[in-house]
């Protein structure tokens, strides 16, 4: 693929220097006439430093994300080679009895714009921006020969495809059809993953530790998980010996789903209950108390203009939870918005437990497990922080 040239206005290179992988559209002083979106580009400096290269798309605001800062060749044994790197890290770190996990973490494996989860014996992927759709076939022709599965289904169905001027796409690439559900197992539990119609690529792999994490301290409790799509956090739970857990979610293919994860792990009984409703909806009912209270919110806060709006619904939440929470239980508490960044998020928890006149200590902050990596030249890739919280 051949590849054009930018050259970038002064003092705006630091960043590249420090191998930060975007350039905005106000950092681009000219680039070549011809090009199409996501083709490759050279980037340089005003006085014509080479900087990087990458692919762009001039209708995103991150107009170029870069994929190496050295003047290096782009083609498959480039990507071959970043993928392998990122599977090692998979073979290496991956919990027994697992089978679940992110295989290619977009920036967090030095290849932006491409998702890889791995479900049992099938790969669900994404291409998130023009540039790597453009290598489509090449990357699913890798991840066959590197990763041998049953198939590759694409799960492109966000929004986001549309800013990056793509259709969305769900469907079979390579291989068999995944089934309806996929069985995987997760630290030693099963779960069914809707491939096709849940959400994100079918289940949310970068809650695994955290899951781990809430089981461990379920013994003997009483537990709300809010949010709580298929059930992860409230199976876990359930089989690490909570007495009774309520699962709250809108949607209701999730909730089907959940039923069936607390029958596969042979949990399916009257003290563990599903409710549809909506979580705001639900905590300003709600009258009970429990043990231990999950809250797992859909990011609020889709950009930096939203931050404030964000903050308030954040706080409005985690202070009707709090509500909620007995004398000397626990809260664990989330965001997954990458723009609400961690000092934010405990300040938000500080004001809601202050309007609430709870007394609450942190007992361990938490973050998404090893196969969704920060690369920390790009601190925009931490999103997921929590904070596990005694309520006094
Ligand atoms: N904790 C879950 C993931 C939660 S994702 C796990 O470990 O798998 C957030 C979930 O909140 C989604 O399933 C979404 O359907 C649900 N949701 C979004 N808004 C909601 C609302 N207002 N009330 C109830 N559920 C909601």
């Known amino acids: 693929m051949k590849s054009i040239r930018c050259l970038l206005k002064k003092g705006k290179e630091k960043p590249l220097q420090s191998q930060h992988p975007w350039v905005f559209s106000g950092a681009i002083d000219q680039i070549d006439e011809g090009f199409e979106a996501g083709d490759l580009i050279k980037v340089y400096s005003h006085d014509e430093q080479f900087l990087g290269i990458g692919y762009l798309n001039p209708a995103s605001q991150i107009t170029v994300r870069l994929l190496a800062f050295q003047d290096i060749p782009i083609d498959e044994a480039f990507f071959a080679g970043r993928i392998r790197e990122a599977l090692e890290l998979r073979k290496r770190f991956l919990p027994v009895d697992t089978d679940a996990c992110r295989l290619v973490h977009s920036e967090g494996d030095f290849l932006p714009g491409l998702i890889v ?110 949010f709580s799509y298929t059930g992860g956090f409230s199976v876990y739970a359930a089989r690490c010996g909570a007495t009774e857990t309520v699962s709250v979610e809108s949607s209701q293919p999730a909730l089907d789903t959940a039923k069936l994860n607390f029958e596969k792990n042979g949990l399916l009984q009257p003290a563990h209950q599903m409710v549809k409703d909506d979580v705001f909806q639900y905590l300003r009912s709600c009258q009970d108390t429990f043990d231990l209270v999950v809250l797992d919110p859909p990011s609020f806060c889709k950009s930096k203009h939203q931050v404030d709006q964000a903050g308030r619904g954040y706080k409005d939440i985690n202070l009707c939870a709090l509500k909620r929470v007995r004398a000397g239980g626990v809260l664990y508490t989330c965001s997954c918005s990458s723009f609400i960044d961690p000092a934010l998020f405990q300040k938000i928890i500080f004001g809601a437990a202050k309007d609430a006149g709870r007394r609450l200590r942190i007992l361990a902050k938490t973050s998404h497990p090893f196969d969704h990596p920060i690369n920390i030249y790009h601190p925009e890739g931490e999103y997921l922080k929590g904070l596990l919280c005694e309520v006094e």
């Open 117 to 226: 989860d791995r479900y049992g014996e099938y790969l669900v992927v994404q291409f998130l921006t023009a540039g790597m759709e453009k290598w489509k076939e090449t990357l699913v022709a890798i991840l066959q020969k590197e990763w041998p599965c049953k198939g590759v289904f694409e799960k492109d169905d966000a929004d986001t495809r549309a800013l990056e001027g793509l259709k969305t796409h769900v469907g079979l690439l390579a291989g068999e059809e995944p089934p309806q559900l996929v069985e995987v197992r997760e630290n030693g539990l099963t779960f069914w993953v809707d491939v096709r119609f849940g959400h994100k690529t079918g289940f949310y792999l970068d809650q695994r530790d955290s899951r781990q994490l809430i089981g461990g301290i379920s013994r003997g409790k009483k537990v709300l998980n809010c």
